[in-house]
Nanobody, 123 residues
Framework: QVQLVESGGGLVQDGGSLRLSCAAS????????MGWFRQAPGKERGFVAAIWWSTSMTYYTESVKGRFTISRDNAKNMVYLQMNSLKPEDTAVYYCATFGRGSLYSVRSYDYWGQGTQVTVSS
């Protein structure tokens, strides 16, 4: 089984920065990529970013391009999300997840999820 733990969330002002971390443990060898998703109150969980373990190829949703950077440390089984120039609309619970198969952009393609970490951006 896989366990994922997110950390690094918090309260930040408009324009500020946060770095989220995701620590993976357990049976992770069958996952080829990791993703970050977010869910705001009353909204569906949506894709933020993903990264391949083997190649470091990255993917982002359009609204965060140029502001967020996903990275990974394979040896530590860690994935990070550096978030700069944060906006109030970025406020959400952020989740990391292990990719199984299908589209990197779909929540249905991911098998294991962390509990989430709250990011709140004040205006």
């Amino acid at each position: 089984q896989v366990q994922l733990v997110e950390s690094g969330g918090g309260l930040v002002q408009d324009g500020g920065s946060l770095r989220l971390s995701c620590a993976a443990s357990g049976r992770t060898f069958n996952s080829y990529a990791m993703g970050w998703f977010r869910q705001a109150p009353g909204k569906e969980r949506g894709f933020v970013a993903a990264i391949w373990w083997s190649t470091s190829m990255t993917y982002y949703t359009e609204s965060v391009k140029g502001r967020f950077t996903i990275s990974r440390d394979n040896a530590k089984n860690m994935v990070y999300l550096q978030m700069n120039s944060l906006k109030p609309e970025d406020t959400a619970v952020y989740y990391c997840a292990t990719f199984g198969r299908g589209s990197l952009y779909s929540v249905r393609s991911y098998d294991y999820w962390g509990q989430g970490t709250q990011v709140t951006v004040s205006s």
